[in-house]
């Protein structure tokens, strides 16, 4: 379906631009107004770039959850509760979005199957989550699960981020320091040495050197670093094998990676759980929470673990050769299926990892931050040294 951008008007007279997927101009219109807007002026929208932003983040997804389940607990018609969240919603990209769920709603589509038709937002995990509440006419528990295991990613999700701040500190203060010493200090100090006549120490002449180069080569460097940064984006969404090994490389990281993994595995066993309390099947289960893991190397595995489930084998058996899962692990996974309390016991391992990865953060952070903070004294005391030699040989070379 074309999308359009258009320009168009609130009841109070406030003027709003965004863009939506429609058939034609009249259908646009319609959309519009069922949104509570009057269309001004409407044209086609380009299309986008390597870069798309997302439709909605996992706190318009919460919202949702929460807005749904409220709908299902007072049995109120589904089609006007969306229609009274999508007035309320902040993100405009997202309330078109359900606009459009709630145009497919009234064209006689369940819920599913509309979510379905916007896999960049709802995933497989989600749709078949709400697919199974359909049957089992469970809303309302469903999608309170759904809240519940939305709310504890998002928890995990910032700590997470917390791993990546002082890193990404400490780099910038490097990169700062360099661009002062390369583009300012360091002229300066190689015409003062030039004019002296004074032999210049190795250190201060290969950052001297490479001032030189960045200088006079700035642009051309900084065009060879965007395009292979972007050949690399190119490749990297178009080549299967080489994203794989990306994401093998990201989990063979020293703490970082080790984080990453329980970070994934942690969502993983906690969807699965949820998808079987919800009853679907454990293959769909297992297949939709592969599709999840955000990992190739992780979904290579699990889709793995599937092949052997369908060929016969067990669960903790199947899972246990992928070499993905400690031993305690295993061996809760194994008394659950024996006991059939499968869901239970994929509970308990998320909870699991969710634990252990939040210590694993911790115990990074701990380590993390003295070694950066010993990598940026290394590297300020290289520049200085490479600064201060030459000061300290012209203060011996003055006479007494």
């Not at 949702?64 to 709908?71: A, L, N, R």
């Not at 038709?117 to 359909?134: S, Y």
């Not at 094998?241 to 994934?264: F, N, Q, S, V, Y």
Request: with cysteine; net charge positive.
């Amino acid at each position: 379906m074309p999308r359009f951008r258009y320009r168009a008007a609130d009841l109070q007279g406030n003027r709003v631009q965004g863009e939506l997927s429609a058939l034609n101009d009249i259908d646009l219109d319609l959309r519009l107004r069922r949104m509570g807007f009057m269309l001004i002026r409407a044209r086609p929208a380009r299309r986008r770039g390597l870069w798309v932003h997302g439709h909605a983040s996992r706190r318009d997804l919460i919202s949702f959850c929460f807005h749904m389940q409220q709908i299902a607990r007072t049995n109120a018609p589904l089609l006007d509760g969306l229609k009274d969240l999508i007035d309320s919603t902040e993100n405009s990209r997202f309330r078109e979005l359900l606009a459009l769920v709630a145009d497919d709603l009234e064209g006689g589509k369940l819920l599913s199957e509309a979510l379905a038709g916007h896999p960049e937002v709802f995933d497989r995990v989600f749709v078949a989550l709400v697919r199974a509440a359909e049957k089992s006419d469970q809303m309302e528990t469903v999608f309170s699960r759904l809240e519940a295991r939305l709310k504890q990613q998002d928890e995990l999700q910032a700590e997470f981020t917390r791993l990546l701040i002082y890193p990404s500190l400490a780099a910038v203060a490097v990169l700062v320091a360099a661009a002062v010493l390369l583009f300012y200090l360091t002229p300066k100090l190689a015409l003062l040495v030039t004019s002296l006549n004074l032999p210049m120490p190795f250190t201060t002449r290969a950052l001297v050197n490479v001032s030189e180069l960045v200088r006079h080569h700035f642009v051309w460097l900084l065009a060879l670093f965007a395009g292979g940064s972007l050949g690399l984006a190119v490749l990297l969404r178009r080549s299967q094998r080489l994203a794989m090994r990306r994401d093998e490389i990201l989990l063979r990281l020293p703490a970082l990676g080790t984080a990453l993994k329980k970070h994934i595995l942690a969502r993983v066993t906690g969807l699965l759980s949820l998808l079987l309390q919800s009853g679907v099947g454990l293959l769909d289960a297992l297949q939709a929470c592969a599709d999840s893991a955000d990992n190739r190397a992780i979904q290579r595995k699990l889709l793995n673990a599937v092949q052997l489930i369908a060929s016969g084998g067990g669960v903790g058996h199947s899972l246990g050769r992928q070499d993905l899962f400690p031993p305690l692990v295993l061996r809760m996974i194994h008394t659950g299926e024996r006991n059939g309390a499968l869901p239970e016991a994929l509970d308990n391992v998320a909870w699991f990892f969710e634990r252990d990865s939040r210590e694993t953060i911790t115990r990074s952070l701990k380590l993390l931050e003295p070694g950066m903070a010993a990598l940026l004294g290394l590297l300020l005391a290289l520049l200085l040294l490479s600064v201060f030699l030459p000061v300290y040989q012209i203060i011996g070379e003055l006479p007494l």
